[in-house]
């Protein structure tokens, strides 16, 4: 049976140190994308846009509340997504519209 090394805390926490600031910029530019789509609607439209994030290679994924404001938002999109491009300053190349309810709190 082979042993293994041990492994120092200090690698063990600059490895998830790493790992955390990942999620963290990924949490930081959703919540950006979502803002710039909310700003980019008109308020009650913009109020059932619950999450939103732009992948590198240009496809924003909007998570809607119901599937009425989901129709509604896809009429709205020829406009949007370039107002959301211009916003966020990254190219706006195709969206999905996803239909899920808000998450209830706990």
Do not use: F
């Amino acid at each position: 049976m082979k042993t293994r090394k041990p492994t120092a805390v200090s690698e063990l926490l600059a490895q998830g140190k790493a790992k955390l600031e990942r999620l963290k910029r990924g949490a930081d530019a959703a919540t950006e994308a979502l803002a710039a789509v909310q700003h980019a609607l008109p308020t009650e439209a913009a109020g059932h846009v619950w999450g939103a994030s732009l992948a590198e290679e240009g496809v924003l994924t909007l998570v809607i509340d119901s599937g009425g404001w989901a129709s509604r938002l896809r009429y709205a999109l020829p406009e949007l997504a370039p107002r959301v491009s211009t916003a966020l300053g990254k190219r706006v190349a195709r969206v999905i519209v996803r239909v899920r309810p808000r998450p209830r709190p706990r």
